[in-house]
């Protein structure tokens, strides 16, 4: 199983990013998909989750109403579009699949290798 994540760059405080994760080896339709974050010295901490039909979607509130998380199961791949970004969304960001809708990051079962976004102010 792959993941790959891709999007993730430096941009200004307000700007927005897109991260991708692209998935193989693994039955894609069949998992939830997340993404978590890791800031410098800082643990890993749940951004968002999408169900394996797309109708069930969970965010965190540090995230909502900025974040949205989509995902195309013809191409195998979950996104994360991020808008109005702060300096606090720095971090690693990491794609994960689990077979179910969770936020902690022990229910996931295949993980990314993460992409680095750095807002700055």
């Known amino acids: 199983v792959q993941l790959q994540a891709s999007g993730g760059g430096s941009v200004q405080a307000g700007g927005s990013l897109r991260l991708s994760c692209a998935a193989s080896?693994?039955?894609?339709?069949?998992?939830?998909m997340g993404w978590f974050r890791q800031a410098p010295g800082k643990g890993r901490e749940f951004v968002a989750v999408?169900?394996?039909?797309?109708?069930?979607?969970r965010y965190a509130d540090s995230v909502k109403g900025r974040f949205t998380i989509s995902r195309d199961n013809g191409k195998n791949t979950v996104y994360l579009q991020m808008n109005s970004l702060k300096p606090e969304d720095t971090a690693v960001y990491y794609c994960?699949?689990?077979?179910?809708?969770?936020?902690?990051?022990?229910?996931?079962?295949?993980w990314g290798q993460g992409t680095q976004v750095t807002v700055s102010s």
């Open positions: 080896g693994l039955t894609f339709s069949r998992y939830s």
């Open positions: 994960a699949a689990a077979r179910s809708i969770y936020n902690n990051s022990k229910n996931y079962d295949y």
């Open positions: 999408i169900s394996w039909s797309t109708s069930n979607t």
